[in-house]
């Protein structure tokens, strides 16, 4: 089993409708969590960055964290065409970023 | 430079061949990873680098892949007598600390291997 599940999807939504991604993770001792967006032929580039449980937002963006249920979301609101990326969650591994499978996500105009 | 360089973005390679896959990280950043991105995969951990310190090799799936890095700075990572099973996209990324809880990271845009 991975330590960190994702559906792979593709999740496609309306443009202006909301995202929702998650992530589930089995090592109760990961303290660092991370949003990463790729776009196609391009590395992952950062999008959140949270520690520990708790919520963070940047502009259309929220990522929460619950440690307790071992789960991480990304919700992207007003999403726009240009939100279509795959979205990778990844956690610190003792410097090592264990990463999901990354979900496609094509926002439709 | 400004950001993490990569190259060569496409390779295609002969089935027994070897090749080597360079990266040129961010000045001044002392940590330096290799990840490896198969179609419908996530990225997988292959080896990192942190200053002066052996290099952490655990995530190499075989023998025929090795990495160095010269300087503190570009590192060349070498897949031996290549199989259709390395065909994937080769990342690099570096970062200020390898301490850093993952903030920090850069990646490359990838090294695109086809083996044939």
């Not at chain 1, 963070?56 to 726009?80: H, M, W």
């Not at chain 1, 279509?84 to 610190?92: E, P, Q, R």
């Not at chain 2, 025929?64 to 390395?86: K, N, P």
């Amino acid at each position: 089993q991975k330590e960190v599940e994702q559906d792979p999807g593709p999740l496609s939504v309306p443009e202006g409708a909301i995202v929702s991604l998650n992530c589930t993770y089995s090592n109760s001792a990961f303290q660092y969590f991370m949003w990463y967006r790729q776009y196609s032929r391009k590395g992952p580039e950062l999008l959140m960055y949270t520690y520990s449980s708790g919520n963070k937002e940047d502009g259309r963006f929220t990522a929460q964290v619950d440690k307790s249920s071992k789960y991480i979301s990304l919700f992207i609101r007003d999403s726009q065409p240009s939100d279509s990326a795959t979205y990778l969650c990844a956690t610190d591994s003792w410097g090592k970023l264990q990463f999901g499978a990354g979900t496609q996500v094509v926002v439709t105009p | 430079g400004a950001g993490v360089s990569q190259s060569p973005s496409n390779k295609v390679t002969e089935k027994g061949k070897d090749v080597e896959l360079r990266c040129d990280p961010i000045s001044g950043h002392t940590a330096l990873y290799w990840y490896r991105q198969s179609l419908g995969q996530g990225l997988e951990f292959l080896i990192y680098f942190q200053g002066n310190s052996a290099p952490d090799k655990s995530g190499l799936p075989s023998d025929r892949f090795s990495a160095e890095r010269t300087g503190g700075s570009v590192s060349t990572l070498t897949i031996q007598r290549t199989q259709q099973e390395d065909s994937a996209v080769y990342l690099c990324a570096s970062s200020p600390d390898a301490g850093t809880g993952g903030y920090g990271y850069t990646f490359g845009s990838g090294t695109r291997l086809t083996v044939v």
